[in-house]
């Protein structure tokens, strides 16, 4: 590599690299700046409410019970129970058996018996509903996984 003294330029580098290959550290140094902290902080809150809004729609697309909440035609047509009051009352007998339900996670290799664990991606009453419509509609595992914008396989732990 060749370097040559710029006697023209009494800038920060008097330095003439020849070969561009090669990387010098940089030679000017900022020793403090000082910005205009409004301007970040206003393009903050700006994302901040964007999130939130894409938040929101996220949570409209996402089907949860509130989907079927006081529409007894609803409630027939996915669940197959005639009125959403029974609906609640199905989940409220069987709410205290959630406790200790366990989900399937697969054989073990050491016996044959079942390894349970707990998992809790959706509330106990979004998952009665969604094993609910799938019994009612016949709906394939990825069409509820996606309704309910949970994984496939997690789906299946829980039918």
Not at 44 to 71: G, H, Q, T
Request: aromatic share 10%; proline share 3%.
């Amino acid at each position: 590599m060749e370097v040559e003294e710029n006697p023209g330029n009494d800038e920060m580098c008097d330095l003439d690299v020849m070969d561009s290959d090669v990387e010098l550290p940089s030679l000017k140094k900022t020793v403090g700046t000082q910005c205009d902290t409004g301007v970040i902080i206003e393009e903050n809150n700006r994302l901040k409410e964007e999130l939130k809004a894409a938040r929101m729609e996220l949570e409209k697309e996402k089907w949860s019970v509130s989907k079927i909440a006081d529409n007894d035609g609803l409630t027939k047509f996915y669940t197959g129970l005639p009125t959403f009051d029974i609906f609640l009352w199905l989940f409220t007998y069987l709410q205290d058996k959630c406790s200790r339900m366990s989900y399937w996670t697969g054989e073990s290799n050491i016996s044959n018996d079942r390894i349970r664990v707990h998992t809790t991606f959706l509330k106990p009453i979004d998952q009665f509903l969604a094993v609910l419509m799938r019994n009612r509609l016949g709906l394939f595992v990825q069409d509820i996984s996606d309704r309910f914008n949970i994984a496939v396989g997690t789906f299946s732990k829980y039918y």
